[in-house]
């Protein structure tokens, strides 16, 4: 289904938030002032801090990024447009790689497509090319993968080479089935113009355990045989309807009568009731090859009607609790192509089989299967493998648990045809789906690393539609089976988080993406860290100086507006560094530059009653880089920090 596209929100922030400790103010007081105060609490929200800032002129990598992002998560695209060019004006080629995959999404939904077009393949060549592409399927592979699962051969009582014989429907210990049978000459019997044989009747054949026949076919009495073809019968499980196909006998003209329609009749008593053509039958076109579903709620069969993507197209309609029926349903271009799709059959599992010279297979009709899933939608399309299928016409397939029928026109001269015939087999093993993969993964606060739960993971196909919608459990933890040789967007979404959507890979049977996602809005209580909030790391000096370097100025503006838009606010600005050097004097910078930034806020306004500072050295390590440990650059650069913790 085509996603529609979400409602813009007022903004999504883009930028971490935590209710973090510190040693000035304790958990209790927080929880007890955010209870107390509940009704009157004030709410920083990140992306208005940022907006506001580029709009002073400021701007760096990390702001445009931000922005364009929150605009592109809502659908805001012309928005997004605008910070993602400020973006790539200012960094060409950003740290941020699935930016200009993005970009080119949103140019594109601006009607932007040569310029689409360019940063897509300039995120192509970034990721390297065969990881965003689809690979090439290896269909007879695949095939293959599921061929050896049968073990099939004649129903030897039914066998010639001088008639045609068709069928699949079990009718207690009988098979139905239609056939050319030879008969005596008679006006009920005369020859088809199609191959000079007799036309199809109906017939029934007791069978024995294995499927083989234990007497002579009977053709169907009653009403059930007409002067033309009949075939295709299908039974409700009480046997007392039966729907079938027969020859256009009503048509108005010649050219018509070669058509094929669905019609319906009911046992009374011991009688079968005249058989009534169904309301979805015209004389311009077939319908044809009934089926029905487990629950005998849907009747399925092909038709060649107008509006379909091939020759003849698979179908269903709606059967009412009074027997009326709804309007016809063409199942679509994963099952339907230009060629033709018929004989379906749904098993107890609600599973499509159905022949097909559309799609690859090993020659002539192949049999097909598909899952029915909920909400009318489907699983991947497997050919059943040989022996079922041939180089010949394989059709009329059905199957009960692992014993069933299939109909080819196979011979055991390879490459050699003749009249169809019936062929009985066993399943050995179920069908396995050759195109199932798995994207799996957890979803946590970046912030504290604790998992998130009821966060929304939202699976989009290489045409942006909708594949699949679930929610992470209790751990954090989600999983979703996808088409191992499609291309996904993973997208995951929690109220007050910002989004974060990330690229599968082709070709790869079990990945895991995880997601940190960052909170974007959060209460202005005590033992809040605006740093995290905000997304500022650091506040950068120069080596071994404390005067604020001009990138840090963009930083300390998202700062300065939360105190100008919160004018009873306080803050405790802290500032820390990393083990290496002397304590005593990383003590003593971190203090200067704790000082540098306080004084930065006063002099754009801010009332210095309203600030207090720390320099805390490498007091406070977050890690155990301490003293003569060996760590990367990556671990120190964790413990040099700026903090500006809310006191009230």
Not at 86 to 111: D, H, M, N, V
């Amino acid at each position: 289904m085509k996603n529609t596209i979400l409602k813009p929100l007022l903004f999504i922030a883009l930028v971490l938030s935590v209710f973090g400790s510190s040693k000035i103010y304790s958990q209790d007081r927080k929880v007890a002032k955010a209870t107390k105060d509940f009704d009157k609490m004030e709410y920083v929200n990140a992306q208005k801090i940022y907006l506001a800032v580029a709009e002073k002129g400021y701007g760096s990598e990390e702001l445009f990024t931000k922005l364009a992002e929150s605009y592109y998560f809502n659908a805001q695209y012309d928005a997004a447009v605008k910070w993602y060019a400020r973006l790539f004006e200012l960094a060409p080629s950003p740290e941020k790689t699935i930016s200009k995959l993005r970009y080119s999404q949103a140019l594109k939904a601006t009607g932007e497509n040569k310029q689409a077009e360019n940063y897509y393949e300039s995120y192509r060549e970034d990721v390297g090319e065969t990881a965003n592409l689809k690979p090439a399927i290896d269909y007879a592979n695949l095939i293959e993968q599921n061929s050896g699962r049968y073990q099939i051969q004649t129903v030897a009582g039914l066998y010639g080479d001088d008639k045609i014989s068709f069928g699949h429907t079990k009718k207690d210990d009988a098979l139905v089935f239609s056939s050319t049978e030879n008969q005596k000459p008679t006006f009920l019997n005369r020859k088809s113009g199609w191959d000079g044989l007799s036309y199809l009747s109906l017939y029934m054949v007791n069978l024995d355990s294995t499927n083989q026949t234990t007497g002579k076919a009977q053709k169907l009495k009653g009403n059930l045989n007409s002067v033309y073809h009949e075939s295709s019968a299908v039974y409700t499980k009480d046997l007392n309807t039966m729907y079938f196909t027969r020859s256009n006998n009503t048509a108005k003209k010649s050219k018509d009568d070669t058509k094929l329609k669905i019609y319906r009749t009911q046992k009374k008593g011991n009688k079968w009731t005249v058989p009534e053509e169904l309301n979805f039958n015209s004389d311009h076109y077939s319908s044809a090859h009934p089926a029905l579903s487990p629950d005998e709620k849907t009747l399925y069969f092909s038709s060649d009607r107008p509006g379909g993507f091939g020759e003849s197209d698979l179908y269903r309609v709606s059967i009412n609790k009074d027997g009326t029926l709804g309007t016809p349903e063409n199942l679509g271009a994963k099952i339907n192509t230009s060629g033709k799709e018929t004989f379906p059959f749904i098993d107890a599992d609600n599973g499509l089989y159905f022949s097909s010279d559309g799609h690859f297979g090993l020659g002539g009709l192949d049999v097909f299967y598909i899952k029915i899933e909920e909400n009318k939608q489907y699983g991947n399309l497997l050919n059943v493998g040989a022996p079922i299928n041939s180089y010949a016409d394989d059709f009329a397939f059905g199957i009960e648990k692992d014993k069933g029928f299939i109909s080819s026109n196979r011979s055991k001269d390879i490459g050699a045809f003749v009249y169809d015939n019936i062929y009985t087999f066993v399943e050995t093993q179920p069908i396995t789906d050759v195109y199932k993969a798995i994207i799996e993964g957890v979803v946590t606060d970046k912030q504290t690393n604790k998992p998130l739960n009821n966060a929304s993971i939202v699976i989009k196909d290489s045409e942006n539609n909708q594949y699949a919608i679930v929610e992470t459990d209790e751990n954090g933890y989600y999983k979703v089976e996808i088409n191992r040789y499609e291309i996904y967007t993973i997208i995951a979404s929690k109220e007050n988080y910002d989004r974060d959507d990330k690229q599968s890979k082709a070709s790869v049977a079990t990945q895991k993406i995880d997601f940190e996602l960052l909170q974007n809005e959060i209460a202005l209580v005590p033992g809040v860290d605006l740093a995290k909030v905000l997304n500022i790391p650091i506040i950068y000096f120069d080596f071994d100086k404390s005067n604020i370097r001009k990138d840090a100025q963009v930083d300390l503006e998202k700062v300065l507006i939360v105190l100008q838009e919160h004018e009873n606010l306080r803050i405790n600005i802290r500032s820390h560094t990393d083990s290496r050097g002397n304590s005593n004097y990383n003590q003593s910078l971190s203090q200067r530059r704790a000082v540098s930034t306080m004084n930065y806020l006063v002099s754009k306004g801010i009332d210095s009653r309203r600030l207090t500072f720390e320099g805390l050295g490498e007091s406070e390590l977050v890690n155990n880089c301490g003293d003569n440990e060996q760590c990367s650059e990556v671990e120190h650069q964790e413990n040099r920090r700026s903090e500006f913790i809310v006191i009230d």
